[in-house]
T-cell receptor
């Protein structure tokens, strides 16, 4: 079992819709969870990180962690065509190495 | 601060040649990481430095790969005797030592081995 599992998509939604992106992880010891956005042929851009369970909001983005089910979510409200990118979920292991999911390709249709 | 920079952005080389990539981290960050990303996959950890000390190397990093950070500032990643399987995006990231969850990535160097 991979340490972080993420559906690669692609996921296509109409502009203005709420987007839900999800990941699962295997190790209950993980405490930090991150979401990165990556445009084609660019480096990943850190969107937000959360510690332990709970929600964190930043503008149109909300990250949610449920440690009881080992489930990580990112919600994007009022989605825009500029949100079209690959979204990578990630966690930090005890050796301070980031473990990434495969990424979900998101297309926002105008 | 202009963020993490990497050079070159693209490199095409013939199999068997050596290549070297450079990464300049965010100036106040003492940790520097190297990752490799292939198409359709997330980045995979290769190695990282705290100041000039290389603290960990992944099993992915064969003997043909070597990384240095001689003065605790920029870093170089060298691949000797390149193989076609080395074709990938090589990403550099930096962070503070107390905030490894907050790594900032550079634009990457795309390597194509022909």
């Amino acid at each position: 079992q991979k340490e972080v599992e993420q559906d690669p998509g692609p996921l296509s939604v109409p502009e203005g819709a709420i987007v839900s992106l999800n990941c699962t992880y295997s190790n209950s010891a993980f405490q930090y969870f991150m979401w990165y956005r990556q445009y084609s042929r660019k480096g990943p851009e850190l969107l937000m990180y959360t510690y332990s369970s709970g929600n964190k909001e930043d503008g149109r983005f909300t990250a949610q962690v449920d440690k009881s089910s080992k489930y990580i979510s990112l919600f994007i409200r009022d989605s825009q065509p500029s949100d079209s990118a690959t979204y990578l979920c990630a966690t930090l292991n005890r050796d301070d190495k980031i473990i990434f999911g495969k990424g979900t390709r998101l297309h926002i249709l105008p | 601060d202009t963020g993490v920079s990497q050079n070159p952005r693209h490199k095409i080389t013939k199999r068997g040649q050596n290549v070297t990539f450079r990464c300049d981290p965010i100036s106040e960050h003492n940790r520097l990481y190297w990752y490799r990303q292939t198409l359709g996959q997330g980045p995979e950890f290769l190695t990282y430095f705290q100041n000039e000390a290389q603290l960990e190397k992944s099993r992915l990093l064969s003997d043909r790969f070597s990384a240095e950070r001689p003065k605790g500032s920029f870093s170089t990643l060298e691949i000797q005797r390149t193989e076609q399987g080395d074709s990938a995006m090589y990403l550099c990231a930096s962070s503070s030592s107390g905030a490894a969850y907050e790594q900032y990535f550079g634009p990457g160097t795309r390597l194509t081995v022909t």
